[in-house]
């Protein structure tokens, strides 16, 4: 069913000969926060960079609050409010861990909310705060550990301060404790909290991962993606139980 | 008077407290003063002369580190600035007939323009891509220029440029002013919020864009602000040589560039300076064993860049100075504790 907020629709994207994404559609409200997942090649982070325009779709539209977003620069999306972070972590290596949110704190997005009183490095600080890894504000990012990674990836995310966050596996290479640390942020995260004014009741998030159980936990509905296309969409109980998805994951024989 | 007094005394205390703790602090001190009084002691016309030359090439070095060090915009065309900026101060000198004051400025801006045209197509190109695509944009005007020789003198050039300033000695000032006020508007603007988005995007330009920055915009600041002040040098070289001829676009000049930088050490702005004042008195000095010369120059550079890789100055600067583990702050190395936080330095 439509929605106001994010609405995919006849989404394709294809690699040469490979189709990565074939006609996608659905859509999520405000307050949801959807798991998507699928098995490896399934097109999910595909699907992510589709949205933030990272690729461009070969057809299809995505609206974004009654906007057409499909093929728009990125840097224009997330001056729209989605931010997303990155399955293999980017950090600007060299830099330290506050430069690295500041260059989000400097987008315009950034700079026209949020406490304006506040220096940029103030509302970096808040950010990294937010995410558990502020006492390590001027450490080099060469120097920080995989789950502090991607901790930092969430950190200059959510200083755009977005209405939709797009995760991709933010549990990828973390211990089980890490993995916990992790997936109890994210939910303080959605619920919201004292970051940023206009949105304090907390992003809505597409959260790509493997790690189901933890998942499931976080989520309210789960769209499974294989070959590039929709099998099941639903709550995490109907879609752990779906003969499709078994399969998709399992092989037949697991049916 | 009271009031001169304080901030007689405030400076001091900033002296003291900011610039007399660190060495490289000190020795920028020393340097800027050593500029500004060297007249008194010599003005030796071969002395000013090197140092004018020097100067002029320092603003040009640092401007190389603007782009292509500190964004990563690799440029290997960099003459291309150089160029435009010593051809439009001429042209506009001889044929438009203005004074260097406007015709220097008005050659930068020239050199902006062409920032953004060859900015432009160059935006979707990386690394190598970009370095070799550069190249090629100083070659291209170099052959423009030669098909037009009623208008830009063709393989002479353009000579009868009207002087900087009636004597060597005010070339001298306002050369270096010119260079001291250049440099520390380039270190301004690598030390700001811009700086920061600048060394992003040499990091990883997807991320910044990921963070909401308009890539494009950013790089083509960089291309004009390098433009910018490689004008500004090529202009004054047009100036106080009284010709803007066709070395001025030449490969060897773009490499040139890159050799200054690279041995003073790239994303600093002050290496690139420093080499130049190095280097280039240098090789002027060489000139006594002109069958040596090139050898010789080529001996120091490979053996600095042996034995240290990041460049000349970086390497000193870590030699005497220590990074607080704490607060990262430097500090002199013989220190045993931070300056600021107190923290044991080892």
């Known amino acids: 069913m439509p929605t106001d907020f994010l609405t995919v629709e006849g989404l394709s994207k294809d690699f040469g000969g490979l189709r990565a994404i074939g006609n996608v559609s659905f ?75 500041m260059v989000s704190c400097l987008s315009p997005r950034a700079m026209k909310r949020g406490e304006w009183v506040k220096k940029v490095e103030a509302k970096a600080m808040d950010a990294l705060e937010f995410a558990g890894i502020s006492d390590m504000a001027l450490e080099k990012a060469s120097t920080l550990s995989q789950g502090d990674l991607k901790r930092l990836e969430v950190a200059r995310a959510i200083a755009t301060e977005p209405e939709l966050l797009l995760l991709d596996e933010p549990f990828g290479g973390l211990s089980p404790a890490e993995t916990e640390l992790m997936a109890k942020s994210i939910k303080r995260l959605h619920k919201g909290g004292r970051f940023g004014r206009l949105h304090s009741e907390g992003p809505a998030m597409i959260i790509v991962e493997h790690k189901l159980q933890q998942l499931m936990k976080i989520v309210t509905r789960i769209i499974v993606l294989d070959f590039g296309t929709v099998i099941a969409d639903g709550t995490p109980e109907d879609v752990v139980n779906d003969r499709q998805v078994i399969k998709a994951y399992l092989g037949q024989g697991g049916v | 008077m009271g009031m001169l007094s304080y901030y007689f005394r405030k400076s001091l205390t900033v002296c003291k407290d900011e610039v007399l703790v660190l060495p490289s602090r000190v020795a920028v001190g020393v340097f800027v003063v050593t500029i500004l009084v060297l007249p008194l002691f010599s003005q030796s016309p071969y002395l000013l002369r090197i ?257 240290m890789p990041e460049g000349l100055f970086p390497y000193l600067r870590d030699k005497l100075e220590t990074q607080c583990p704490r607060c990262k702050i430097r500090n002199v190395a013989k220190r045993k504790t931070c300056r600021i936080c107190a923290a044991p330095l080892n």
């Open chain 2, 51 to 307: 140092l004018i030359l020097s100067s002029i090439f320092a603003i040009f070095a640092a401007s190389w580190d603007l782009l292509s060090g500190f964004t990563g915009q690799m440029n290997f065309g960099h003459a291309l600035f150089f160029g435009v900026g010593a051809y439009s101060a001429a042209l506009l000198n001889i044929h438009g007939h203005l004074p260097p004051w406007a015709s220097i400025p008005l050659g930068a801006l020239g050199a902006v323009l062409t920032g953004l045209i060859v900015g432009i197509p160059c935006l979707r190109l990386r690394g190598t891509y970009l370095a070799l695509t550069t190249l090629a944009f100083p070659v291209i005007l170099l052959g423009i220029i030669f098909a037009v020789p009623d208008i830009t003198g063709g393989e002479l050039g353009l000579s009868g440029l009207s002087r900087l300033t009636g004597s060597r000695l005010w070339d001298y000032y306002l050369t270096s002013v010119i260079m001291l006020v250049s440099c520390a508007v380039m270190w301004k603007i690598t030390d700001s919020n811009t700086g920061i988005i600048f060394h992003a995007i040499r990091e990883d330009e997807l991320a910044v864009r990921a963070s909401g920055i308009n890539t494009i915009r950013y790089k083509l600041l960089a291309f004009s602000l390098g433009g910018f002040f490689a004008g500004i040098s090529g202009g004054l070289y047009a100036h106080f040589m009284r010709i803007a001829g066709p070395s001025t676009l030449e490969v060897s000049m773009s490499f040139t560039v890159v050799i200054w930088a690279v041995f003073g050490g790239i994303v600093t702005i002050y290496g690139p300076v420093g080499a130049v004042f190095i280097l280039f008195p240098l090789l002027e000095f060489l000139r006594f064993w002109p069958e040596y010369r090139t050898l010789a120059f080529a001996l120091v550079i490979l053996l600095i860049l042996l034995y």
């Open chain 1, 27 to 101: 859509s999520m409200g405000r307050n949801e926060v959807i798991g998507l997942i699928g098995p490896n090649g399934a097109g999910k982070t595909t699907l992510l960079r589709l949205i933030t325009g990272i690729l461009k779709p070969d057809s299809g539209t995505i609206r974004f609050k009654n906007t057409d977003i499909a093929g728009k620069k990125t840097w224009d999306i997330v001056g729209m409010g989605i931010a997303c972070t990155f399955q293999n972590m980017r950090p600007f290596r060299r830099l330290p861990i506050i430069a690295n949110v």
